[in-house]
């Protein structure tokens, strides 16, 4: 038996019909939609690095199942912004080196879009409080707060 999902990612309408109930959404983003930005490390939701965006909230895609998010909205990393037009969020982890080896990113950018969306991150342990249910092995996360830092003022400024 098979079910038809319907979401809303990253403004585009998609219906899908064929899903097998037990599709997770992470993999129903990476193989069925061909949005490979979400990555999948743990598959227990330890990770945070197939985090994305749903109705405006950061899940865990690895935890839920594609039809668990039907008639949602979806934001991934791919939605964010192009590499010729990065969003605040983007150039600041660029601009501070904010990425290493580039596993965790998108998890992290989605993470700290929600954050910025929700708080005003006005001290690095509010940061680090936010991220601290996304992995990295290789930053140090130094350059991590210091990018989402970074984008709290410039965003703040905008407003």
Do not use: W
């Not at 039809?67 to 010729?84: H, M």
């Not at 700290?112 to 930053?139: F, Q, V």
Request: proline share 3%.
């Amino acid at each position: 038996m098979t079910v038809n999902v319907s979401v809303t990612v990253n403004g585009t309408r998609q219906r899908v019909s064929g899903v097998e109930p037990r599709l997770l959404l992470s993999d129903f983003l990476r193989e069925t939609l061909g949005l490979t930005g979400t990555h999948v490390g743990c598959e227990h939701g330890v990770c945070g690095a197939c985090t994305v965006l749903m109705n405006g909230d950061s899940v865990r895609s690895c935890l839920m199942l594609a039809v668990q998010a039907d008639g949602a909205e979806i934001s991934t990393v791919e939605g964010l912004g192009t590499p010729a037009a990065l969003n605040v969020l983007q150039q600041q982890f660029r601009e501070h080196h904010g990425l290493q080896c580039g596993f965790c990113t998108p998890g992290m950018l989605m993470t700290g879009e929600d954050l910025l969306r929700k708080y005003p991150l006005a001290t690095d342990e509010e940061i680090r409080e936010g991220l601290s249910g996304n992995l990295c092995r290789c930053t140090g996360y130094q350059n991590i707060v210091a990018a989402i830092r970074s984008a709290a003022a410039i965003r703040r400024k905008q407003a």
